[in-house]
């Protein structure tokens, strides 16, 4: 088993910027994904890394955010940059082993 805690939201104006964390025990998995949920939407993939570093994106957030990871920490993280309005959601980090693993989210709001 894995848990999974998120830190690092809050309020922050259109424009700003945010750092997220996600701190894994007792480690980090091999892929670790960052989702984010809006109000009355669905959970929407943002960005995954594997544990050599390796990333892909979502369209939305590609060029604004960047995930990266501290396995020695069994840390990963969201660099999120440029943030608009339409980033206010709750973010959750999961990881991949057998079964899946979620946190339980961290706040994010973008005031306009």
């Known amino acids: 088993q894995v848990q999974l805690v998120e830190s690092g939201g809050g309020l922050v104006q259109a424009g700003g910027s945010l750092r997220l964390s996600c701190t894994a025990s007792?480690?980090?998995?091999?892929?670790m994904d960052w989702y984010r949920q809006a109000p009355g939407k669905q959970r929407e993939f943002l960005a995954r890394?594997?544990?050599?570093?390796?990333?892909n994106y979502a369209d939305s957030v590609k060029g604004r955010f960047t995930i990266s990871r501290n396995n020695a920490k069994n840390t990963i993280y969201l660099q999120m940059d440029s943030l608009k309005p339409e980033d206010t959601a709750v973010y959750y980090c999961?990881?991949?082993?057998?079964?899946?693993?979620w946190g339980q989210g961290t706040q994010v709001t973008v005031s306009s």
């Open positions: 999961r990881a991949i082993l057998a079964s899946e693993y």
């Open positions: 007792p480690s980090l998995s091999a892929i």
């Open positions: 890394i594997s544990r050599t570093a390796t990333t």
